[in-house]
């Protein structure tokens, strides 16, 4: 019994294995070639959503660029819109796809705020006086962050 045992897996062992003696894996043309239109699809898609068409984002400006626009009185927006965001930071960037690609997103922020992009990303740019004050006035302490406030400074908490 043990010589059939013995036998029957010797034969199993050949039938699995092509005539250079090394285990083959036979994988359907038709598998291959799905799989890549897939990862095409993926790359492709990828690659359309990380950059948005020129001038139809978000019109960020910085808080230096704040002071410039038109106030309330002369017909400008009262809403602000800030976000803190860095360029080294994961769940900015996820966002910076996603929602600020958005036209929907975009239509509103453009149309009801003054959207002013607080850059974090190196430490010379959070030391800034202005940036410092803006972080501390609305206790940014983590990234991403957006904060909606008058154009006066007020904001709810």
Same mark, same amino acid.
């Given at each position: %019994? /043990?010589?059939?045992?013995?036998? *029957?897996?010797? /034969? ?15 994988? $359907?043309?038709?598998? @291959? ?9 993926? *790359? ?5 959503? %990380? ?6 984002? *978000? ?12 106030? $309330? ?12 965001? /860095? /360029?080294?930071?994961? $769940? ?16 509103? @922020?453009?149309?009801? +705020?003054? $959207? ?21 006035? +609305? ?8 904060? *909606? ?9």
């Amino acid at each position: %019994m /043990a010589q059939t045992d013995a036998a *029957v897996t010797t /034969a199993e062992a050949e039938q699995k294995t092509d005539s250079g003696g090394t285990n083959t894996l036979k994988i $359907p043309t038709w598998f @291959i070639a799905v799989v890549l239109v897939l990862i095409s699809v993926r *790359v492709y898609a990828k690659l359309t959503q %990380m950059a948005a068409p020129p001038g139809k984002g *978000v019109e960020w400006i910085t808080l230096t660029q704040l002071d410039k626009t038109p106030k $309330p009185e002369a017909g400008g927006k009262d809403l602000v819109l800030y976000e803190f965001t /860095a /360029a080294w930071c994961p $769940p900015c960037q996820k966002r910076e796809r996603i929602e600020f690609r958005s036209s929907k997103i975009i239509k509103q @922020i453009n149309t009801y +705020f003054v $959207p002013v992009r607080v850059d974090l990303t190196t430490r010379a740019q959070s030391e800034l006086p202005e940036v410092k004050q803006i972080c501390e006035k +609305f206790d940014v302490s983590s990234i991403p962050r957006c904060v *909606v406030a008058l154009r006066s400074g007020e904001f709810g908490r």
